[in-house]
C-alpha cells in the first residue's frame, strides 16, 4: 500500500529564512509525487508536482522540490520564506490510472509559521 | 480557470440525521473525489468516482456513501451521521494530467 510520511508536525522560520520540508514515501512502482498547500480557512492549492524528467521541479510562490529515489524522499524547499507562506503542507503520492486505481494519499501535513 | 463548489461551508447536524454534502465542478473531469481532514491526521479518502454511477471506496468509507448521477455532481451522504464524523471535507476533481483541484470544504459538526 501506498504511504507518505511527514516527519515534522510543526516548523517555525523566521521571515528571509530558507525552508525546507520533509516527504517520505512508500510506493510500489514510479511515485507520482505532489505537495499542496492549505492556507487557513481554504482548500487546497497545487504547488508542484513530478511524474518523471529532472529531479528538480519548480513550481509556483518561489518553491521547488527533490525527487529522490534512493531516499524515497521528495522534500520541499524555499530559499526566502515570506509571512505569507504561513499554510500547511501536504505531501501527497499517487498515480495517473483513470481507472479504479486512481487516487492520492496524503501525509499529515506540516504546519509552517514564520516569524518576523 | 477550475472551479469545485461545495454547497455549504459550515453544518451542524444532529446524531442520528441523514446529511447530503454535495459538490459540484465545472471543467467535465471524470474524477471526482472526497475526503475529510482531522487534525493530526491529514487528507484520508473516503470515496472516488472515475465516471459517472462508477464508484470506488477509498480508505476510510465506513459510514458513507455516494452519488454520482451527473459528470459534475458528486454526493456524499451520511446515511445516520455520529459524533466521530464531525470534520472537514473536502471534495476534489482531477485532470486527465494529475492536477486535483479542491472545494474550500464544509466544516461539520455532528451533535
Known amino acids: 500500500a501506498q504511504s507518505v510520511t511527514q516527519p515534522d508536525i510543526h516548523i517555525t522560520v523566521s521571515e528571509g529564512a530558507s525552508l525546507e520540508l520533509r516527504c517520505n514515501y512508500s510506493?510500489?512502482?514510479?511515485?507520482?509525487l505532489f505537495w499542496y498547500v492549505q492556507s487557513p480557512g481554504q482548500g487546497l492549492q497545487l504547488l508542484l508536482k513530478?511524474?518523471?524528467?529532472?529531479?528538480l521541479v519548480q513550481g509556483i510562490k518561489g518553491f521547488e522540490a527533490e525527487f529522490k529515489r534512493s531516499q524515497s524522499s521528495f522534500n520541499l524547499r524555499k530559499p526566502s520564506v515570506h509571512w505569507s507562506d504561513a499554510a500547511e503542507y501536504f505531501c501527497?503520492?499517487?498515480?495517473?490510472?483513470?481507472?479504479?486505481?486512481?487516487?492520492?494519499?496524503f501525509g499529515t501535513g506540516t504546519r509552517l509559521q514564520v516569524t518576523l | 480557470d477550475v472551479k469545485v463548489t461545495q454547497s455549504s461551508r459550515y453544518l451542524v447536524k444532529r446524531t442520528g440525521e441523514k446529511v447530503f454534502l454535495e459538490c459540484v465542478q465545472d471543467m467535465d473531469h471524470e474524477n471526482m473525489f472526497w475526503y475529510r481532514q482531522d487534525p493530526g491526521l491529514g487528507l484520508r479518502l473516503i470515496y472516488f468516482?472515475?465516471?459517472?454511477?462508477?464508484?470506488e471506496k477509498g480508505d476510510i468509507p465506513e459510514g458513507y456513501s455516494v452519488s454520482r448521477e451527473k459528470k459534475e455532481r458528486f454526493s456524499l451522504i451520511l446515511e445516520s451521521a455520529s459524533t466521530n464524523q464531525t470534520s472537514m471535507y473536502l471534495c476534489?476533481?482531477?485532470?486527465?494530467?494529475?492536477?486535483?483541484?479542491f472545494g474550500s470544504g464544509t466544516q461539520l459538526s455532528v451533535l
Open positions: 513530478y511524474f518523471s524528467g529532472d529531479t
Open positions: 468516482s472515475y465516471d459517472v454511477k462508477m464508484k
Open positions: 510506493y510500489g512502482a514510479t511515485p507520482y
Open positions: 501527497a503520492v499517487g498515480d495517473l490510472n483513470t481507472g479504479t486505481a486512481s487516487k492520492l494519499t
Open positions: 476534489a476533481s482531477r485532470t486527465s494530467g494529475g492536477k486535483l483541484f
